[in-house]
């Protein structure tokens, strides 16, 4: 499983203008759920503010990203197989949930794409 | 200065269908057996400008490739903003059927992508006799839908940031950026609700296994090429249709997505070369 480093995430997110600019209207609190572990992404006018672990109690999300560990690991490889290489293609398979108000990331979907994708190659995969 | 015209010809088809009278833009190139080209949902005849100018195809094959009405410059109907557009499976083949014969082409082959390659499927079982040989690329027999259908239509929604954002993922990954970026601008120019409405075909208009089982490939070769990156009409998808009938193949294009002729045509011609020589060499 990827040893993520989630302030090199968001410094790479923040540092991409064109990605910050395509997010610029995206104002939303992520939840990353690897299976065993859950992060909140908070995001405000397209950059990350921050990602923590999620709080024991009230945690508050817009929406969640569920999918097993060794599925983010995959989709987290310099080169994914096919099927692991895109959320879609996660969600096609079934072993990726989506739940809560989609709505901003269906409207930014480039942008959650994006922003999901910085980990690849990066990431230590176990 | 560098300047070149493509040797590509486009005009204007009036064709009446179900008592409407449509204006169909197709492309045509080259000259010999009629290779009629099918786009996918959402997109438009442009996807095989590749094919169309290519000499290892044009010299032997007619290609033409027409926008299906609602899509890239054929006309929507009279009426367009006040109802929802809706492909059906029944509209699509007499579209095709009706094209072919507008045009007199005198046994054609005909090849589909995505929607396209599930339409042949219906051809090949309803009208075997007439087409030479049918080419599925991307041919599944249904998709279980994975996402929500609404988001592709609805006001506060960009349909034309959205829906390339959605098929970025079905193009491999070493496509050459130029054809990537072109493919998904096909997607951003779809009009509203068409991409929605061919999904209705494609999701909600399934063949049965009695169907597939009933397809006889002795009347008309039926041929299947799939890319390995499509989680759309996924391999396994394919390979269940060479299951169920008999006498076809499920060849796996890899390095591939969804749209093989506009991603890489090097490399799809590496896959469609030997079909195209079988075809022709396999005569009438």
């Known amino acids: 499983m990827p040893d993520l480093n989630f302030q090199e995430w968001a410094d790479t997110a923040n540092a991409d203008a064109g990605l910050v600019h395509r997010g610029r209207y995206v104002n939303a609190v992520v939840l990353l759920d690897l299976g065993d572990e859950h992060h909140l992404i908070s995001i405000r006018d397209g950059r990350i503010e921050s990602i923590v672990p999620k709080p024991r109690v009230m945690p508050l999300w817009t929406f969640a990203i569920r999918a097993p560990r060794e599925e983010w690991g995959a989709f987290w490889q310099a080169r994914p197989v096919p099927g692991s290489h895109d959320i879609m293609a996660l969600l096609r398979r079934?072993?990726?949930?989506?739940?809560?108000?989609?709505?901003?990331?269906?409207?930014?979907?480039?942008?959650?794409?994006?922003?999901?994708?910085?980990?690849?190659?990066?990431a230590n995969a176990a | 200065m560098s300047a070149t015209i493509e040797d590509i010809t486009g005009r204007y088809l009036r064709l009446t269908l179900d008592g409407t009278e449509h204006r169909i833009y197709f492309e045509e190139a080259g000259s010999g057996i009629p290779l009629l080209c099918l786009h996918t949902a959402g997109a438009d005849n442009r996807q095989y400008r590749h094919l169309?100018?290519?000499?290892?195809?044009?010299?032997?094959?007619?290609?033409?490739?027409?926008?299906m009405p609602w899509h890239g410059k054929s006309s929507a109907p009279e009426g367009w903003r006040d109802r929802p557009y809706e492909l059906t499976a029944d509209a699509y083949r007499d579209l095709v059927v009706g094209f072919a014969d507008a045009l007199d082409l005198v046994d054609p082959v005909v090849m589909g992508c995505s929607i396209g390659g599930?339409?042949?499927?219906?051809?090949?079982?309803?009208?075997?006799?007439?087409?030479?040989?049918?080419?599925?690329?991307?041919?599944?027999?249904?998709?279980?839908?994975?996402?929500?259908?609404?988001?592709?239509?609805?006001?506060?929604?960009?349909?034309?940031?959205?829906i390339p954002a959605l098929m970025s993922g079905l193009i491999g990954p070493d496509a050459p950026t130029a054809n990537r970026d072109e493919t998904l601008w096909h997607y951003a120019q779809g009009g509203p609700g068409v991409f929605k409405g061919d999904l209705h075909f494609y999701k909600d208009e399934s063949l049965s296994?009695?169907?597939?089982?009933?397809?006889?490939?002795?009347?008309?070769?039926?041929?299947f090429l799939t890319g390995e990156y499509d989680y759309s009409c996924m391999p396994e998808d394919?390979?269940?249709?060479?299951?169920?009938i008999k006498g076809t193949e499920a060849i796996i294009m890899r390095g591939l997505g969804h749209f093989p002729m506009s991603e890489d045509h090097e490399l799809f011609m590496s896959y469609l070369a030997p079909v195209l020589a079988t075809i022709e060499a396999e005569g009438l």
């Open chain 2, 118 to 162: 599930r339409i042949v499927l219906k051809l090949a079982l309803e009208r075997p006799d007439r087409f030479r040989a049918l080419i599925g690329l991307q041919s599944g027999p249904h998709v279980a839908p994975y996402y929500e259908r609404e988001y592709l239509h609805r006001p506060d929604v960009h349909a034309g940031d959205l």
């Open chain 1, 94 to 122: 079934q072993v990726m949930v989506v739940e809560g108000d989609l709505h901003p990331l269906m409207a930014n979907l480039r942008y959650f794409k994006d922003v999901l994708e910085i980990p690849r190659g990066k």
């Open chain 2, 209 to 223: 296994d009695d169907d597939l089982a009933a397809i006889d490939t002795t009347a008309c070769p039926l041929y």
């Open chain 2, 238 to 244: 394919t390979i269940y249709l060479a299951a169920q």
């Open chain 2, 52 to 67: 169309m100018q290519d000499p290892a195809v044009t010299e032997r094959f007619r290609v033409i490739a027409f926008d």
